[in-house]
C-alpha cells in the first residue's frame, strides 16, 4: 500500500483544515491500524490521532482530543483528519501511516508503523 498525504496548508489560529490520506496499490484491509502522525522542528514524532480499521473506534491524542476527528472513507480508501480550532501549536508537518496487523497496544507507538506517507505541512498563524 502507498500512502499519499495531502491537504496541509496556512490557516490562521481558529481555523479549519482537513488532511487526506489515501491509499493506492491494495487498499485498505479491514484489520490493524492507521493513524496521523506530526513532527514539528527539533521534537520527537508525536501520536494525534488513529483508527482501528476493523471496529472503526477512534484515539487522540489529549492535545488534540475535541477539536480534530478521523474518519475513513471505505469506498476511497483514504483516512480523513479534520483538524478545527488549530492553534500556533499544532503547526508541524503531518503523516499518515498504517499497518495492518497493527493491534490497539501500538496504535500510538510510530514505532509500530511500518508503511507511511510523505507528510503534509501543516502551519498556523497566531
Known amino acids: 500500500v502507498q500512502l499519499q498525504a495531502s491537504g496541509g496548508g496556512l490557516v490562521q489560529a481558529g481555523g479549519s483544515l482537513r488532511l487526506s490520506c489515501a491509499a493506492s496499490?491494495?487498499?485498505?484491509?479491514?484489520?490493524?491500524?492507521m493513524a496521523w502522525f506530526r513532527q514539528s522542528s527539533g521534537k520527537e514524532r508525536e501520536f494525534v490521532a488513529g483508527?482501528?480499521?476493523?471496529?472503526?473506534?477512534?484515539h487522540y491524542a489529549d492535545s488534540v482530543k475535541g477539536r480534530f476527528t478521523i474518519s475513513r472513507d471505505n469506498a476511497k480508501s483514504t483516512v480523513f483528519l479534520q483538524m478545527d480550532s488549530l492553534k500556533p501549536e499544532d503547526a508541524a508537518v503531518y503523516y499518515c501511516a498504517t499497518n495492518p496487523r497493527g493491534i490497539l497496544s501500538s496504535l500510538r507507538l510510530s514505532s509500530q508503523y511500518n508503511n507511511w506517507g510523505q507528510g503534509t505541512q501543516v502551519t498556523v498563524s497566531s
Open positions: 483508527i482501528r480499521l476493523g471496529s472503526l473506534s477512534t
Open positions: 496499490g491494495r487498499t485498505f484491509s479491514g484489520s490493524g491500524n
